[in-house]
C-alpha cells in the first residue's frame, strides 16, 4: 500500500483553473499507473482521467476531455490534474489514485482497479 497526499483545490468562479498534484509517500515502482476520480454529494464516485506510467498514455472522461490534463512526474512521485474552464458541475471532492500495472503503457479507469488512494480534496466552482 502506498500514501498518496493531495493538494491544491479550493473554490473558484465559473471559467477559472486550478491545478491539483497528489504526491506519494514513498517510492513507487515502475509501472505504477495513476488517476483521478471525483464524488459529488449524492453521487458515485467517478472517473475523472488516469494516465500509464510513462506519462505518453492518457484517458479522460468525455465531461473533461479537451478542459483537464492530467500529468505525472515520476522523479517527484507526483501526479497532477490541471483543470482549465471550470464549470458548476465540476464541483466535488477529487481523489487520485494509484496502482502497480503490468505494463508500462497500461492505464485504468475503474474505480475498483486502484489499490491506493489520496485523502481526497474538495473543488467548488461557483456560478
Known amino acids: 500500500q502506498v500514501q498518496l497526499v493531495q493538494s491544491g483545490g479550493g473554490l473558484v468562479q465559473v471559467g477559472d483553473s486550478l491545478r491539483l498534484s497528489c504526491l506519494a509517500s514513498?517510492?513507487?515502482?515502475?509501472?505504477?499507473?495513476m488517476g483521478w476520480f471525483r464524488q459529488a454529494p449524492g453521487k458515485k464516485r467517478e472517473f475523472v482521467a488516469s494516465?500509464?506510467?510513462?506519462?505518453?498514455?492518457?484517458g479522460y472522461a468525455a465531461s473533461v476531455k479537451g478542459r483537464f490534463t492530467i500529468s505525472r512526474d515520476n522523479a517527484k512521485n507526483t501526479v497532477f490534474l490541471q483543470m482549465n474552464s471550470l464549470r458548476p458541475e465540476d464541483t466535488a471532492v477529487y481523489y487520485c489514485?494509484?496502482?502497480?500495472?503490468?505494463?508500462?503503457?497500461?492505464?485504468?479507469?475503474?474505480?475498483?482497479?486502484?489499490?491506493?488512494w489520496g485523502q481526497g480534496t474538495q473543488v467548488t466552482v461557483s456560478s
Open positions: 494516465v500509464s506510467w510513462t506519462g505518453s498514455n492518457t
Open positions: 489514485a494509484g496502482r502497480q500495472a503490468p505494463r508500462n503503457n497500461d492505464y485504468y479507469i475503474e474505480l475498483a482497479s486502484y489499490n491506493d
Open positions: 514513498e517510492r513507487t515502482f515502475s509501472p505504477y499507473a
